[in-house]
């Protein structure tokens, strides 16, 4: 992926982590309502301002024109409407909810609109003649699908060690159950999809400035197209906003009311956030056809909590060290593409899964359910068969690959002796095709390779092990020993569980054109190698990190009569 997007949207993150914590602040004289309204109205005067100027500066451009092909072009002039709209009330919306539910409770579902603005992004793509081949958005596979879903654990957890913190004062059930906690919720959960719905439209209004203007060059072209696609959009948000002062009371003597300081947060959080932050995004986004760049965001709510934590409105606790731990985990395996075989991906499902569950939970004694058993009489024979079975399985699978893997260079070095260069699709024709003057030896490996795609593992030997599996991951889980060593064996054996029951699940059968072109691939002894020792690393790190917090939290739950 290139830098520049990523960079856009790291800049973009830096300053929308700020959004809440001026919140904070800005909303002391004022409503939510009022704060966001007027920062998109201030929004819109600067974008407006700015591309007049440029544009002034430039005779490629002409807005009168550009506002005539937003008219001819009915999709580009609603879904510009829409997007400056809809964002307004998104932030709208999540100051509003300030006043039900928790500051990191609301920003935690706020920030959660990234799962909404992948599907979002492709299903809403626009493409012109001149970028379809530039922006067709690659599909979303079950590796984004996944990593996505760390990431988004670990806003959970976030958010459900403050609503346990909450309820140490407060009955939990009666924080669920009060009005005033769904109305907050109901609240940040519509900032969150109006958010990611204003993102996608966004995203296809800078599109279409970029088909519009694209061929203009010189000093300020690419930050005047921006500029271009911001206004766009902003003057709809400050239009709706002005449309709905009357029918909100007292909006405006609050606002007339309104200090220096107050006006001072508003200036701010309209001219920085809302405006190079929107602005930012829009551009990373437009940039790059990967949209799980989107998936990045999820960083944010960690810096907001974090600022709020070091002006003393909330307390980090080992719930957001968790979720912090999650959500950069996931981005960075998601965005360095590290391994992407599917049992190296559950193995970092599994290790987020259970390391919040012995963080967030404590065990099950087993002497509440049945009397003189302990966890090693629980585990010791399905573990024991899994060792046994699963051995056997994965020697068989060792051999099958490495026979195609023989085979398909077999293949290769037949290939080269009537040619420079061997691609994959020509060895996938020759084993395809079979043609009848192939000598025997060829033969025989092109037989090979068409009997390797078929699963040398049994559908009921994977019921098996899957069984098995299941059985021993819950036991090792519910029932440890209330202690770290006893995280720390569940986080270890249900990661390696997970990849010995995947692995015989996904690799049971041979990939042909996955093999042949790692054995074409010239930096296969490197690239290949990295992918796999950068994934062992992030979940290492990720592992150790999680038996750290559980050892300070199991230290915290000691009595201090009982420590050294």
Known sequence: MPYLPVLFMLTSIFLYSLFPLVGVFGTDEVSGFAFAGLSHLLS???SVVGAVCLSRNSGCYNLTLLVRDFWQDRIALRQAVASGAVNYLSHAFLFVSFAYISKPSATVVFESWPVLAVFFLVALARNFPNTAEKKRREPIGARVYFLSLVAFLGLIVIMAGDLQAMSSTAGFAEIINSRDAQIGLVLAILSAVFMSYSVALGRNTRVFVEHRYGNCEGKGAELNRALIASAATKVFGALGFLLTIPFVPGILPSMAAM??????WVVLN??????????????ALARTNRVELAILWYTTPVFALMWLWLIGGESLTSAVGVGALLIVSSNALLHMRADTTPAFVGVFLSVGITGVIVIMTAPISMQELVNDVSLLDLVALPVGFIGIL???LLQRISMLHADARHSSLYLIDHLTTNRSRVHVRDVLALIEHRPADLPVEVQ???RQLRLAQFPVIRPGELLVMWTLGLLSVVCITLFRAESVIGDALAVM????????VLHLSFDARVRLEQVIDTMLRKEYDTELKMQNIWSMIVIVVVSVAILVISYFGHLDAVPPTMLP
């Open 44 to 46: 819109a005067i600067v």
């Open 259 to 264: 200090g220096a300081e107050s006006w001072g």
């Open 270 to 283: 309209g001219v920085i956030i809302v405006t190079i932050g929107s602005l930012t995004y829009r551009e």
């Open 390 to 392: 699963g051995g056997f």
């Open 444 to 446: 025989n490996h092109v």
């Open 493 to 500: 054996t249900n990661a390696s569980l997970v990849y010995i």
